[in-house]
């Protein structure tokens, strides 16, 4: 058990929080959340022992293990898989003890260790690391490597397997998700959902609290409190006391008619497809996420695109890769105004790889990338987090990018990405990771893109910008091409997925479910392959044939999405002409006696214009079911 007694923590001048009373039960899963600089990495230091209580008490039971993740990984020669055992704290200190038991051939001390070697599971010790780090991501020949050998993003993924290694009391995670694909993340969504003992977790993922954590824990005003329930349920209670603040409340309706009116449109035309219900189901939930987000510091919106040239980009029977071996090859794909695409694939697939041969910044080993003449892209990846000008403000990065805009204009823009104030004219360099992810994307927004491509844009994102970002996309007008580990931000903003995988860029035929089941069944096949020589050939042979299936099936269902597609855009293009009719038949100038005839003929064309959607409906209805039908 985990209590807090009347505490009160400082740090300088600033009070973080006080007067904070509250009590984690042995077991409990507590997403910790609020908005940067509140607190959250400074709780977790009181927990440690790093930080001391000004006032009021901190309680922790005895003998308590704690693990966490560390930041920083030295860069030494020794194997990644002994660095991930060295988390098993009380397994080293066995391991030293019955080694000084040997050297002093002490066989009475020896046979008690090997008994507590036994009974803490030693001897398996090895495979447990190798588990933990085959499912973040470890190939099996990388676990001999020295951790010398690994990038900065593979150490920290070194660091939380070392955590987990632990046979801890209680777990303290720390944005665990930042470094990990979308695959890890569901590894690691279920690993922690069986940890036996007491989890703090501080995210930003708002579908990874939801499938993890009982109680949410906010850190908001100097105060903490703990709610019942998931991230989802938490926003529900937060939504229900904000809105009974009227300033809010009124801030709160302008969005959810925004809001109303995307879900509208787009439920024009998606009724029953199973990638379109997914959307629908991320959209009907908005109305409530908004009003938990009404007091949110950031609030922007892309510009509309000066052209839309179609299509914008195409790739024929592309490869690309590093040096001269292809990571992906036959690469065919037609990117379209309007089309919003998630990439999906195991890590090394070939996801950021294509994302760079988009953006340009990788060369391509065979076939041809076709810009259109008026393309211009908006290219985020994580890199340019290390390319903005260390000694440049906000507003002068944004003033070398449009030197004729006024400042006034510029600190207006940039006060709807938090640079407010002083911070829009300070230096960057020593801006956090959020900061500078923040005024990437604002230099990304500011100049107008046709197509984005965005590789993990959500990663040091709080919930509050993750929710602004998710907005913003929703209204995009361009094209977009999204790799990310943020299911909400997948399920919210993109309507076709694109599975990256053995070389392959081919469509994927289901939602993140599907996919997360998919994932699934490449592992149970590769279990299958671990076993006898014999069966690795028939499970070779079975994926061979179901690959061939598979290309089968999408070969026969092209038709029918093609038909799809093609009446989905009719009914886009019918819903814009009857927006347009209806607001020319809102205006009380048109019902004067002088426009009758005019009024006449707006009534017969909206007459027309509604059978000609109902029509339209009808045939989409029959090519769902088609195809609904022919997936069976």
Same mark, same amino acid.
């Given at each position: 058990?985990?209590?807090?007694?009347?505490?009160?923590?400082?740090?300088?001048?600033?009070?973080?929080? $006080?007067?904070?009373?509250?009590? *984690?039960?042995?077991?409990?899963?507590?997403?910790?959340?609020?908005?940067?600089?509140?607190?959250?990495?400074?709780?977790?230091?009181?927990?440690?022992?790093?930080?001391?209580?000004?006032?009021?008490?901190?309680? =922790?039971?005895?003998?308590?293990?704690?693990?966490?993740?560390?930041?920083?990984?030295?860069?030494?020669?020794?194997?990644?898989?002994?660095?991930?055992?060295?988390?098993?704290?009380? !397994?080293?200190?066995?391991?030293?003890? +019955?080694?000084?038991?040997?050297?002093?051939?002490?066989?009475?001390?020896?046979?008690?260790?090997?008994?507590?070697?036994? @009974?803490?599971?030693?001897?398996?010790?090895?495979? /447990?690391?190798?588990? !933990?780090?085959?499912?973040?991501?470890?190939?099996?020949?990388?676990?001999?490597?020295?951790?010398?050998? #690994?990038?900065?993003? %593979?150490?920290?993924?070194?660091?939380?397997?070392?955590?987990?290694?632990?046979? @801890?009391?209680?777990?303290?995670?720390?944005?665990?998700?930042?470094?990990?694909?979308?695959?890890?993340?569901?590894?690691?969504?279920?690993?922690?959902?069986?940890?036996?003992?007491?989890?703090?977790?501080?995210?930003?993922?708002?579908?990874?609290?939801?499938?993890?954590?009982?109680?949410?824990?906010?850190?908001?005003?100097?105060?903490?409190?703990?709610? @019942?329930?998931?991230?989802?349920?938490?926003?529900?209670?937060?939504?229900?006391?904000?809105?009974?603040?009227?300033?809010?409340? $009124?801030?709160?309706?302008?969005?959810?008619?925004?809001?109303?009116?995307?879900?509208?449109? #787009?439920?024009?035309?998606?009724?029953?497809?199973?990638?379109?219900?997914? /959307?629908?189901?991320?959209?009907?939930?908005?109305?409530?996420?908004?009003?938990?987000?009404?007091?949110?510091? #950031?609030?922007?919106?892309?510009?509309?695109?000066?052209?839309?040239?179609?299509?914008?980009?195409?790739?024929?029977?592309?490869?690309?890769?590093?040096?001269?071996?292809?990571?992906?090859?036959?690469?065919?794909?037609?990117?379209?105004?309007?089309?919003?695409?998630?990439? =999906?694939?195991?890590?090394?697939?070939?996801?950021?790889?294509?994302?760079?041969?988009?953006?340009?910044?990788?060369?391509?080993?065979?076939?041809?990338? *076709?810009?259109?003449?008026?393309?211009?892209?908006?290219?985020?990846?994580?890199?340019?987090?290390?390319?903005?000008?260390?000694?440049?403000?906000?507003? !002068?990065?944004?003033?070398?990018?449009?030197?004729?805009? @006024?400042? &006034?204009?510029?600190?207006?823009?940039?006060?709807?990405?938090?640079?407010?104030?002083?911070?829009?004219?300070?230096?960057?360099?020593?801006?956090?990771?959020?900061?500078?992810? /923040?005024?990437?994307?604002?230099?990304?927004?500011?100049?107008?893109?046709?197509?984005?491509?965005?590789?993990?844009?959500?990663?040091?994102?709080?919930?509050?910008?993750?929710?602004?970002?998710?907005?913003?996309?929703?209204? #995009?007008?361009?094209?977009?091409?999204?790799?990310?580990?943020?299911?909400?931000?997948?399920?919210?903003?993109?309507?076709?997925?694109?599975?990256?995988?053995?070389?392959?860029? &081919?469509?994927?035929?289901?939602?993140?479910?599907?996919?997360?089941? %998919? =994932?699934?069944?490449?592992?149970?096949?590769?279990?299958?392959?671990?076993?006898?020589?014999?069966?690795?050939?028939?499970?070779?042979?079975?994926?061979?044939?179901?690959?061939?299936?598979?290309?089968?099936?999408?070969?026969?269902?092209?038709?029918?999405?093609?038909?799809?597609?093609?009446?989905?855009?009719?009914?886009?293009?019918?819903?814009?002409?009857?927006?347009?009719?209806?607001? /020319? +038949?809102?205006?009380?100038? *048109?019902?004067?006696?002088?426009?009758?005839?005019?009024?006449?003929?707006?009534?017969?064309?909206?007459?027309?214009?509604?059978?000609?959607?109902?029509?339209? $409906?009808?045939? %989409?209805?029959?090519?769902?079911?088609?195809?609904?039908?022919?997936?069976?």
């Amino acid at each position: 058990m985990i209590k807090l007694t009347d505490l009160a923590l400082r740090r300088g001048t600033k009070v973080l929080f $006080e007067q904070a009373s509250l009590t *984690i039960n042995q077991g409990e899963k507590v997403g910790v959340t609020g908005a940067n600089g509140t607190g959250k990495s400074s709780l977790f230091a009181l927990l440690r022992g790093l930080l001391h209580a000004d006032s009021g008490e901190l309680s =922790l039971p005895p003998s308590v293990v704690i693990a966490h993740v560390a930041q920083e990984t030295p860069g030494v020669e020794r194997p990644a898989i002994d660095y991930v055992m060295d988390g098993d704290h009380e !397994l080293r200190q066995l391991e030293q003890q +019955l080694a000084e038991a040997e050297q002093a051939h002490d066989g009475n001390r020896q046979g008690e260790l090997h008994a507590k070697l036994d @009974s803490i599971g030693g001897y398996t010790a090895r495979s /447990r690391a190798a588990r !933990l780090m085959n499912g973040l991501g470890f190939k099996t020949e990388q676990l001999d490597q020295p951790v010398a050998s #690994f990038s900065g993003g %593979w150490r920290m993924r070194l660091n939380l397997a070392q955590a987990l290694m632990c046979r @801890s009391d209680l777990l303290l995670l720390d944005e665990p998700t930042n470094h990990l694909d979308l695959d890890a993340v569901y590894w690691l969504q279920e690993w922690l959902g069986q940890y036996p003992g007491t989890l703090l977790l501080i995210s930003h993922d708002r579908d990874f609290l939801d499938e993890i954590c009982n109680r949410i824990l906010h850190l908001e005003q100097q105060a903490l409190t703990l709610y @019942s329930g998931n991230y989802s349920d938490f926003e529900r209670l937060r939504a229900e006391h904000l809105a009974r603040q009227q300033s809010a409340y $009124e801030k709160q309706q302008r969005e959810i008619k925004h809001i109303q009116s995307f879900v509208d449109r #787009f439920r024009a035309q998606a009724t029953k497809a199973r990638q379109a219900q997914s /959307r629908i189901k991320a959209l009907e939930r908005m109305e409530r996420i908004a009003q938990a987000h009404v007091d949110s510091p #950031f609030h922007f919106s892309f510009a509309a695109p000066d052209k839309l040239p179609s299509p914008l980009l195409t790739l024929e029977q592309i490869a690309a890769g590093y040096g001269d071996t292809p990571i992906i090859s036959g690469t065919r794909l037609s990117i379209q105004p309007g089309d919003r695409i998630g990439l =999906l694939g195991h890590n090394g697939a070939g996801k950021s790889t294509l994302i760079k041969l988009l953006a340009g910044e990788l060369k391509p080993l065979a076939g041809e990338a *076709i810009p259109a003449q008026d393309l211009k892209l908006g290219y985020f990846a994580q890199h340019q987090l290390e390319q903005l000008d260390p000694k440049a403000s906000p507003l !002068l990065h944004l003033q070398r990018l449009d030197p004729r805009a @006024s400042e &006034q204009q510029l600190r207006d823009f940039l006060g709807g990405f938090g640079f407010n104030a002083e911070m829009a004219l300070a230096a960057s360099a020593p801006f956090s990771g959020g900061e500078k992810a /923040r005024l990437v994307l604002a230099m990304l927004v500011y100049q107008r893109p046709n197509l984005l491509l965005l590789d993990e844009p959500t990663n040091h994102l709080d919930l509050e910008m993750r929710h602004a970002l998710v907005m913003a996309l929703q209204e #995009f007008g361009g094209a977009m091409v999204i790799v990310s580990h943020d299911r909400h931000l997948l399920r919210s903003v993109t309507d076709q997925l694109l599975l990256v995988d053995s070389g392959k860029v &081919q469509e994927f035929d289901g939602d993140l479910d599907d996919y997360r089941r %998919w =994932l699934s069944d490449q592992l149970r096949d590769s279990d299958k392959g671990d076993g006898s020589n014999t069966s690795g050939a028939n499970s070779a042979t079975s994926r061979k044939d179901q690959r061939r299936l598979d290309a089968e099936a999408r070969q026969r269902l092209q038709p029918l999405r093609k038909q799809l597609e093609k009446v989905e855009k009719a009914l886009d293009r019918l819903q814009q002409q009857r927006n347009e009719l209806e607001t /020319r +038949l809102a205006d009380p100038t *048109i019902y004067q006696a002088e426009r009758k005839a005019e009024l006449a003929q707006l009534l017969l064309d909206k007459g027309a214009l509604d059978k000609a959607h109902a029509q339209a $409906e009808e045939e %989409w209805l029959q090519c769902s079911e088609a195809l609904e039908a022919a997936q069976a």
